[in-house]
T-cell receptor
Framework: QKEVEQNSGPLSVPEGAIASLNCTYS??????FFWYRQYSGKSPELIMS????GDKEDGRFTAQLNKASQYVSLLIRDSQPSDSATYLC??????????FGQGTTLQVKP | EPEVTQTPSHQVTQMGQEVILRCVPI?????FYWYRQILGQKVEFLVS????????KSEIFDDQFSVERPDGSNFTLKIRSTKLEDSAMYFC??????????????FGSGTQLSVL
């Protein structure tokens, strides 16, 4: 069974701090890795994708991938209250099917 | 940005009834998906569809479920005889290519199905 594991949280950080979200996956042949943000009752919204080892930065977001350790992370710098949401890690292979983790709830306190 | 459209946004049905959830994928997309999310749980893959046939399905997608692209624009999910445990948010998604690098999967806003 291919799994994606996340700590469900909640992860609470003060406004302006760095939030660090982590994810591990079990299928070594996974090729593509995604972070989605989901607000309650809404659909997942893609915020970052990463395909090769290392870091990828986009604004306040940095995704990190380590395929040897089967580990993906997301850093959110200068966290804002509007970043409060559930962050979903998702992994796919060559079929395009996404396997999601259960999500980490982030609370950014003003 | 183009959108995947889902209707209805909420559907209430009685146990044992058939429901059809409707989706209009983005017009030039070729791959279509249904996912579901039971309240408080993870988003789960149900089925993928390409070239008018199912390309992959999960264990959840049993004989009670079917998908169809009846007219070249709509993509539907039918549940023949709903059960209480089918209550969930159902998301339709589409992409142009199968799993190409840098290709985004577009999600619809979802249909909340409540089975009473």
């Amino acid at each position: 069974q291919k799994e994606v594991e996340q700590n469900s949280g909640p992860l609470s950080v003060p406004e302006g701090a760095i939030a660090s979200l982590n994810c591990t996956y079990s299928d070594r042949v996974s090729q593509s890795f995604f972070w989605y943000r989901q607000y309650s009752g809404k659909s997942p919204e893609l915020i970052m994708s990463i395909y090769s080892n290392g870091d990828k930065e986009d604004g306040r977001f940095t995704a990190q991938l380590n395929k040897a350790s089967q580990y993906v992370s997301l850093l959110i710098r200068d966290s804002q209250p509007s970043d409060s949401a559930t962050y979903l890690c998702a992994v796919s292979g060559n079929t395009g099917k996404l396997i999601f983790g259960q999500g980490t709830t982030l609370q950014v306190k003003p | 940005e183009p959108e995947v459209t889902q209707t209805p946004s909420h559907q209430v049905t009685q146990m044992g009834q058939e429901v059809i959830l409707r989706c209009v994928p983005i017009s030039n997309h070729l791959y279509f998906y249904w996912y579901r999310q039971i309240l408080g749980q993870k988003v789960e893959f149900l089925v993928s569809f390409y070239n008018n046939e199912i390309s992959e399905k999960s264990e959840i997608f049993d004989d009670q479920f079917s998908v169809e692209r009846p007219d070249g624009s709509n993509f539907t999910l039918k549940i023949r005889s709903t059960k209480l445990e089918d209550s969930a948010m159902y998301f339709c998604a589409s992409r142009m290519l199968r799993g190409a690098t840098n290709e985004k999967l577009f999600f619809g806003s979802g249909t909340q199905l409540s089975v009473l």
